[in-house]
């Protein structure tokens, strides 16, 4: 059954693509057994692969606690604060 007057679900843009249209900054968290860890950075729309990364190579450097520098990834516009939104309590 249908609802009157809504459009089916594949002819309007996702959420996604309709944030993408504007001036957005992203950011990644990753959950690994119950464990949410958040990426460093926010990272310009455009760049929103690189936020994923960021969080991804955060959870691996805590796993591995491997001191090894960290990768500089292009569309970097700021550093999250350390008790701000995504993060988990480890305060990554």
């Known amino acids: 059954m249908s609802v009157p007057n809504s459009p ?3 002819t309007r843009p996702s959420w996604q693509d309709q944030l993408q249209g504007g001036r957005t900054a992203w950011s990644s968290t990753v959950t690994v057994q119950g464990q949410n860890i958040a990426a460093r950075y926010w990272y310009d729309g455009q760049y929103i692969n690189n936020a994923k990364e960021d969080a991804a190579e955060v959870a691996l450097k805590l796993f591995n606690q491997q001191p090894r520098a960290s990768t500089v990834y292009p569309g970097q516009l700021f550093p999250q604060q ?7 309590a480890s305060g990554l």
């Open 82 to 88: 350390a008790t701000g939104y995504g993060r988990g």
């Open 8 to 10: 089916p679900a594949a």
